[in-house]
Nanobody, 123 residues
Framework: EVQLVESGGGLVQPGGSLRLSCQSSGFTWTMGWFRQAPGKQREGVAAGNSEGYVMYADSVKGRFTVSKDNDKNTLDLQMTNLRPGASAVYYC????????????????????WGQGTQVTVSS
């Protein structure tokens, strides 16, 4: 098991950018970002694995970029052109075992979770 610590959340205006970072206490195979807005289910946003594979939810493709640093055990999420609908608590998740690439955004595949960081997109 690993411990995950997120950072970088905050308040940003619509159209603005924000960068989230997740630090793991140890090796991870796949790491992902998930978000949960009030009254909604948690959903996958983006993920990356140790082979360099990345995956995005359709709603963020072209605007979000995820990058995994295997040496530093980190996963960053660069978010651009943010929309009010992106407001949520963003959670980092990690798995130390190999999971299928196509499962990278499935919540059930992850056994380690961070505490979350709030992102608010508002003018």
């Amino acid at each position: 098991e690993v411990q995950l610590v997120e950072s970088g959340g905050g308040l940003v205006q619509p159209g603005g950018s924000l960068r989230l970072s997740c630090q793991s206490s140890g090796f991870t195979w796949t790491m992902g970002w998930f978000r949960q807005a009030p009254g909604k289910q948690r959903e996958g946003v983006a993920a990356g694995n140790s082979e360099g594979y990345v995956m995005y939810a359709d709603s963020v493709k072209g605007r979000f970029t995820v990058s995994k640093d295997n040496d530093k055990n980190t996963l960053d999420l660069q978010m651009t052109n943010l929309r009010p609908g992106a407001s949520a608590v963003y959670y980092c998740a990690a798995n130390t075992e190999i999971i299928l690439r196509q499962s990278s955004l499935q919540i059930s595949r992850y056994s380690n979770w961070g505490q979350g960081t709030q992102v608010t997109v508002s003018s």
